[in-house]
């Protein structure tokens, strides 16, 4: 069966100077201000509303990639703008709620990957699409309590605890992120990763696969990409089945070409320990935009 596979570029910080819902070098229009009811039921748009607003289907979309958040201020790391590393791959836990604020205040509402993936990007009109992804689980639930009642709490500076800050904030910002793990998942002192991998996909999080050992996949062999691959995906079925996302964010974000060789169709498709699995994407890293899936069309 002849597979179609979507290659989809990680912008790392930074936002697509164009995205879907507007052109940037043009006068911008004020939104118009939407109830839930209008959202659900609003009528199909004509080509004058897509003039109006600058509505580009076939454009690019942001999905920013982050890895670690730490509790800490700006004034706290020797980088600039929040950075806890040279690459901008972690960031102050300021820099991160000023980073959401940012989206929020540009007009951007968050959408889930894996429904942009499936060409699905439902956003009010005169909005952009963004999406939001973590990579390795790096103590992205640092001090999470789980409670008797399945509840989870979390620290108000960790990535889910600002998260949710900005959801109870902002209901219309439609907050979620793709959280992808390795084989020790969220690494939680406590034991508390399943409860919490549930307690997330309850809530509107995804949960999809970083590889087991984070090793470079073009380093492996065809039977080491699929015990990589196929152990995370049988260890998130036996936690959460069928609820996490058959989406992989490549190691470093190698092989830039999946086609190049034939072993790397073991990202795609294989069996671990008698668990089959599929992909439907994997991730690189750029920092350059994509272009969406009815681009592709």
Known sequence: MKKIIYFILIICMMLALVACGKDKEEEETTPEETTPEETTTREPLTEEDYRRYGVDELNSAPILMYHRIYDMKNSETEYTGGNVDVDGYNRTAEAFEADLEYYYAHGYRMVRLTDYLDGYVDVPLGYSPIMITFDDGLQDTEGAEVHEDGSVTFSPNSAIGILERMKAKYPDFNVTATFFLNIELFNDEKGQDEAIIKWMVENGY???????????????????????????????????????????????????????DEKYQKLFEGTYEGFHYTTKATLLCSWMREFTIQHRL
Request: charged fraction near 25%; glycine fraction near 8%; hydrophobic fraction near 35%.
């Open 206 to 260: 995804d949960i999809g696969n970083h590889t087991a050992n984070h090793y470079m996949i073009p380093d492996l062999t065809a039977d080491e990409i699929e015990e990589e691959v196929g152990r995370v995906y049988k260890r998130l079925d036996e936690i959460i089945p069928g609820q996490y996302v058959n989406i992989i964010a490549l190691p470093f974000g190698y092989p830039t070409d999946t086609s190049s």
